[in-house]
């Protein structure tokens, strides 16, 4: 599947809009503001290229039930996370829990690292295999 000049045009034009919004929006960033820009950049690029008909690698999901407040957990998590992989608060079967998503990334994948790099740390993920990108 080839991909033509107009689209790779409108997906640069996509990314290089939110980069400026960025720079212009006149106060200083943080490294996560950086991050969450280059997330939202990645995730421009990934969407275009899906309405183009270009095969993309969907987004992996995994949730750790916690069932009561996940802000002591949520920070632990995130230490086990390679950089391809995030965890946020959200909501599960049980009441609270941590949900996690990324993209596989030279063998730093959902299923052969990060839930066995949780489970050495005794927290336990379930990937979702209903995830949606």
């Known amino acids: 599947m080839s991909i033509s000049q107009s689209e ?61 407040s996940v802000h002591p957990a949520i920070a632990a998590v995130k230490k086990f996370l390679p950089s391809n992989y995030t965890a946020k608060e959200g909501s599960g079967y049980a009441g609270a829990c941590i949900e996690i998503e990324g993209y596989d990334r030279a063998g730093w994948t959902l299923d052969n690292y990060v839930i066995p790099r949780l489970a050495s740390g005794m927290i336990i993920a379930k990937e979702l295999s209903n995830g949606t990108d």
């Open 8 to 68: 790779i045009e409108i997906i640069a034009s996509k990314v290089f809009d939110l980069g400026a919004e960025l720079a212009l929006s006149g106060h200083a960033h943080s490294h996560s503001d950086i991050k969450k820009a280059e997330a939202e950049a990645v995730s421009i690029v990934r969407d275009e290229l899906s309405k183009a008909g270009v095969a993309v690698q969907r987004k992996r999901h995994a949730i750790i039930e916690c069932g009561q």
